[in-house]
């Protein structure tokens, strides 16, 4: 007889994991326990199969579950007579891993669409499978006292269900039924009344098909629906939202309605009905959709019902929905019944409310599938807060807390060689956003028994999120990080490089980040480990006129770029049959001008997103001003036309490497060639076509000009820029097909919202340089 004892880490809590160790120990006719404990869920087994059993749980797993690691020790002492599962004690795992909300499994949708059940049509049915986990905890350790669940007093079969571990109930603290759990309603938000309804989701889809604009109550916020298809309804929704032209998402019954509007993959459609079911970006076809649910735009965002709620609505609904967050836009999305009264009563005209709190707040994921491996370009619902592995030769400790960027904010807890990522929050420059940032701060470090031993900021002084480290930390050691090198940590990291590994050659492209000259830098090209970087070459700077309005006013960084390419009385003598001169004239030159000469609020910069900025004015997009960030750079790459995309030989536009320290790659040619091609009458999908392939061009001969310098072969690609998919592919292909290695972003945004990780990597090697002397 044998007798072992295994410490397995993972995403074990919540997802079915100990009644399954349960079953399985029994099956073998093994004796012990499974408990939670500090370091994780332990397993002690007697019996002759003990040795099997690690290989027969792996081949078993839940389906929500992840084993990350496992410790066998041996074990002595008497055999038990049976096998249990002990009670966990606070401070257990509970505190270590907390599952993200799961999309609902076939078991519960089975039963809310069967007449014989008693959770026929229940709007919150749920089990270990599937449900909240993470909206609705409140506090550490994870058990139903510490959730919203809490005020609902469990039924006597429902009590059976949740203590019984042959029942996949067993545990699940949301777990409820329509005798004791939360209930929905509707109400007029003009009037305030109740609506009388025996089917709330039903009448819902009948307001919804009838022209009415909706607020939802979900999981993690409200939603605001109405019919995608409705074109007058949906320009309504925008002028009520206040949201000029950023893509609206929209969920759809099954994959069937969808692939009406839309093109699947294999790989798509997977991740569409994947448990955290998050929005997929998908290139439009078929049957067309208003304009207005994404203007200018190529893709849309899809996603599938991820609550019972949800199922039942689209019972009777054929069409897609508008699916929005319910908000005015830039502000968070309400969570709150008063807040849906009081903050959109002039965007909704009916709502549909429940009774169970909102603990935390949490957006849809988005998510697109890129050269076969789906990429998070916002990582939220249904993934934070999923751990994380370090790779293995990352220290345990110290723990560090990262704070991440201003923009798309996000932060980084580290413990026990995991790294744990909050859920996307937003622009910290929003003071909602910014109070939601201190409670999540406040409710991680309880659920995940968390107290940072060094804190770890951007190294830009004025961002938000670095002030906030500075405030918080109160004598503990602060780490600055520059943020293309967090950047660059970051893909390092979830593509497992280890600390012991030889630097990379990171491509770091997006819009702004502080650089270690006091310029800005965006468009980098750095030789890479954890421990630090060295600038070999960058995009050439030119000055940024007007600081934030250059990156809200597309028409500055065009100018400044004629300007730095050709000076404004070539340009004029070059193109004077433009309209562009016009259009510039009409503008404030004389005081960029000034601004520029001075460097008086125009900082030098190598930004790629604003040389996408300046390519894009110049082709008629969004000139004046973008309404959201990217947005002139998203319709440029949006309109590429796909005939000129495929003729490479001929038609990209130049690029120019120039020698210095850092190299320099110069835009100017490339620009005077769209210019020319803009006069002679190309259509803006053929300028933004070879655009695209000539800076493709360059930052391959650049890269391979590097690589052969350097002696290296992996290369890192990261940044808000390779959210660019025709920039992104061509790119890793080109690379690859050189004979490099690419790596790239997955598991976190390649934008900021990934940043957080990186800067956390960083710490981590540094307290371990500082730790071996």
Not at 28 to 36: A, E, S
Not at 188 to 216: F, N, R, W, Y
Not at 515 to 530: C, K, M, Q, S
Not at 678 to 685: D, H
Request: glycine share 8%; proline share 5%; with cysteine.
């Amino acid at each position: 007889m044998s007798a072992v004892s295994l410490i397995i880490r993972g995403q074990v809590q919540g997802v079915g994991f100990r009644p399954t160790v349960w079953r399985l120990a029994r099956e073998c006719g093994l004796t012990g326990d499974v408990k939670n404990t500090s370091e994780g869920v332990e397993v002690r087994l007697w019996g002759e199969m003990a040795e099997r059993f690690e290989a027969i749980l792996r081949d078993n797993l839940p389906g929500l579950a992840r084993i990350d690691s496992v410790v066998r020790t041996t074990l002595s002492g008497a055999a038990p007579r049976t096998f249990e599962i002990v009670t966990s004690k606070a401070g257990g795992l509970a505190q270590l891993a907390v599952t993200p909300d799961v999309a609902t499994c076939p078991d519960c949708l089975r039963e809310i669409r069967d007449p014989a059940d008693r959770r026929y049509r229940y709007p919150f049915n749920n089990c270990t499978n599937c449900g909240p986990r993470f909206t609705i905890v409140q506090s550490g350790p994870y058990d139903r006292a510490r959730t919203t669940m809490a005020p609902f007093v469990m039924c006597a079969e429902c009590a059976d269900e949740f203590a019984n571990p042959a029942d996949r109930r067993f545990h699940a603290q949301p777990v409820a039924c329509p005798d004791c759990g939360p209930r929905v309603w509707l109400e007029d938000l003009q009037t305030g009344a109740c609506l009388e309804s025996a089917d709330c989701p039903k009448t819902l889809a009948e307001l919804i098909l009838d022209g009415h604009i909706v607020a939802i109550r979900g999981l993690g916020g409200v939603h605001l629906a109405c019919d995608a298809t409705n074109a007058q309804t949906v320009a309504a929704l925008r002028a009520r939202k206040r949201r000029k032209a950023k893509a609206f998402a929209m969920m759809a019954r099954d994959l069937e309605v969808i692939r009406r509007y839309a093109s699947l993959s294999t790989a798509e459609e997977a991740l569409l009905t994947s448990p955290a079911a998050p929005i997929v970006l998908l290139y439009g076809a078929g049957e067309r959709l208003p304009d207005a649910v994404a203007p200018g735009l190529s893709r849309l965002g899809f996603m599938l019902p991820h609550t019972p709620l949800h199922h039942l609505m689209f019972e009777h609904l054929d069409r897609p929905l508008i699916m929005t967050s319910g908000n005015l836009s830039g502000q968070p999305q309400c969570t709150t019944n008063e807040e849906i009264r009081d903050r959109l009563s002039e965007i909704a005209d009916f709502t549909l409310m429940h009774d169970r709190d909102i603990a935390n707040r949490i957006d849809d994921s988005v998510a697109v599938v890129e050269l076969g491996r789906t990429r998070l370009l916002r990582r939220a619902r249904g993934y934070a807060p999923q751990a994380i592995t370090l790779p293995d030769d990352f220290p345990e400790e110290p723990a560090m807390l990262a704070m991440g960027s201003e923009l798309k904010n996000t932060f980084c807890l580290t413990r026990k060689g995991q790294a744990i990522l909050s859920q996307h929050m937003g622009d910290l420059e929003d003071a909602a956003t910014n109070e939601e940032q201190r409670h999540n701060l406040t409710l991680f470090q309880s659920l995940f028994s968390h107290q940072a031993e060094r804190i770890v900021v951007d190294a830009h002084p004025d961002y938000l999120s670095t002030r906030f480290g500075y405030e918080i930390a109160k004598g503990r050691p602060v780490e600055e990080v520059q943020h293309h090198h967090a950047h660059i940590a970051a893909c390092m990291t979830e593509n497992g490089v280890k600390l012991s590994d030889g630097p990379v050659l990171g491509i770091a492209l997006d819009g702004l980040g502080l650089g270690d000259d006091g310029t800005i830098w965006g468009g980098e090209f750095l030789l890479a480990d954890y421990l630090g970087y060295r600038r070999l070459a960058c995009l050439k700077p030119v000055p940024l006129p007007g600081g934030a309005a250059a990156v809200r006013e597309p028409w500055r960084n065009a100018y400044a770029q004629i300007v730095a390419a050709m000076g404004w009385q070539q340009f004029c003598a070059r193109h004077a049959a433009s309209d562009l001169v016009a259009r510039f004239k009409a503008q404030p030159l004389a005081t960029l001008d000034a601004m520029m000469r001075s460097g008086m609020n125009a900082p030098l910069s190598s930004s790629c997103g604003r040389l996408f900025d300046a390519a894009a004015a110049l082709c008629g997009f969004a000139w004046e001003r973008q309404s959201y960030e990217g947005e002139a750079a998203m319709r440029f790459e949006a309109a590429i036309e796909r005939g000129a995309l495929c003729d490479e030989e001929s038609s990209a536009y130049p690029f120019v490497i120039r020698a210095g320290d850092p190299l320099q790659l110069d835009p100017a040619p490339a620009l005077e060639a769209l210019l020319v091609d803009r006069l002679n009458g190309s259509a803006p999908g053929v300028l933004s076509a070879r655009f695209h392939l000539g800076l493709v061009d360059a930052l391959e001969e650049l890269t391979l000009i590097l690589a052969h310098r350097q002696a290296i072969n992996t290369v890192a690609l990261s940044g808000g820029c390779f959210q660019n998919v025709t920039l992104f592919t061509l790119l890793h292909q080109r690379l690859e097909a050189a004979g490099l290695v690419v790596l790239s972003h997955s598991k976190v945004p390649c934008n900021d919202g990934g940043l957080s990780l990186g800067q956390a990597a960083i710490a981590m090697a540094r307290s371990r340089q500082r730790a071996n002397g």
